[in-house]
């Protein structure tokens, strides 16, 4: 949808002239009647709207946000045919469940502005793909990327403190190999299933891992504790049939669960390497 203006006696005159100036006409041009009536009737489009196109079977297949600083709730959920999606520069917010089961996005450019991504933003969205998360992000929430099998992120943003309930579950691609310095919480089930996880080291700000955080990680095999979380829940690492060593810096029964799932693990207690 372009951009609509009201347009003035000026304008119209302007417009004469072009023609005029094309033509090598020099008269007085005559429109149609009712034609400067309907021009002069145009109002300026308006603020917020979203440029749509859809194919032959009426499904939407590509769509352009303009002038909103938040997509709101749910704008495209379950839009299955939806390839392409260009959102403003200004973007400060994606709503819940925006995009969740878009099932044939393939990626978008998420704009540096965007300080919040909502709960199941991106859920089940199984061809998605986002080269990076915005630098501002402080929190991953409940579902943000749950089923997004082709999510292959190379790390985190720095900033951010907590990874809610089922985040990145069953991301089967997230290959991440370290987390942000800062870290405070991981939220129950938050890597579920993420195979090619390949974590070393928990940041020394960790204090919570709810349960079945990291539950089938096969891509775990040895983790140091460079802090002393408050709680790790009893089945944090269950399935991890690669992790071998956990290296923790208390002292055996400081931390209760151990240990914590990982049934093929050593723990190595009062750590300092």
Not at 27 to 33: A, K, M, R
Not at 44 to 59: F, G, H, K, L, M
Not at 213 to 219: D, K, N, P, T
Not at 243 to 258: D, S, Y
Request: glycine share 8%; with cysteine; net charge negative.
């Amino acid at each position: 949808m372009p951009d609509t203006y009201i347009v003035s006696n000026s304008d119209l005159t302007a417009v004469a002239d072009a023609i005029r100036a094309k033509t090598g006409g020099t008269g007085q041009l005559t429109f149609p009647v009712g034609f400067i009536t309907a021009i002069n009737s145009i109002q300026n489009a308006p603020a917020t709207y979203v440029e749509e196109t859809y194919n032959d079977d009426d499904y939407l297949i590509s769509a352009v946000v303009h002038g909103s600083t938040k997509i709101r709730q749910a704008l495209f959920y379950q839009a299955s045919q939806l390839t392409s999606v260009t959102i403003p520069d200004n973007v400060t917010e994606i709503a819940a469940q925006v995009f969740y089961h878009c099932d044939s996005l393939p990626t978008i450019s998420l704009p540096e502005t965007i300080v919040s991504i909502g709960e199941h933003a991106f859920g089940y969205c199984s061809a998605f793909n986002a080269p990076q998360l915005p630098s501002g992000l402080t929190e991953i929430k409940l579902g943000s990327f749950i089923g997004c099998i082709n999510l292959a992120l190379d790390n985190l943003p720095t900033g951010v403190t907590r990874i809610g309930s089922s985040a990145f579950y069953r991301c089967e691609k997230l290959a991440l190999t370290t987390l942000p310095a800062g870290l405070i919480s991981i939220g129950l089930e938050a890597f579920y299933d993420c195979q090619k996880l390949a974590l070393t080291t928990f940041p020394a700000t960790l204090e919570r891992i709810r349960g079945k955080a990291f539950c089938g990680c096969l891509g775990l095999t040895t983790l140091t504790f460079q802090g002393t979380p408050t709680e790790i829940a009893g089945d944090t690492f269950e399935g991890c049939t690669n992790l071998t060593t956990i290296n923790v810096p208390w002292a055996e029964g400081a931390v209760a669960n151990a240990p914590w799932g990982a049934t093929n693990a050593t723990i190595s207690y009062n750590y300092t390497g």
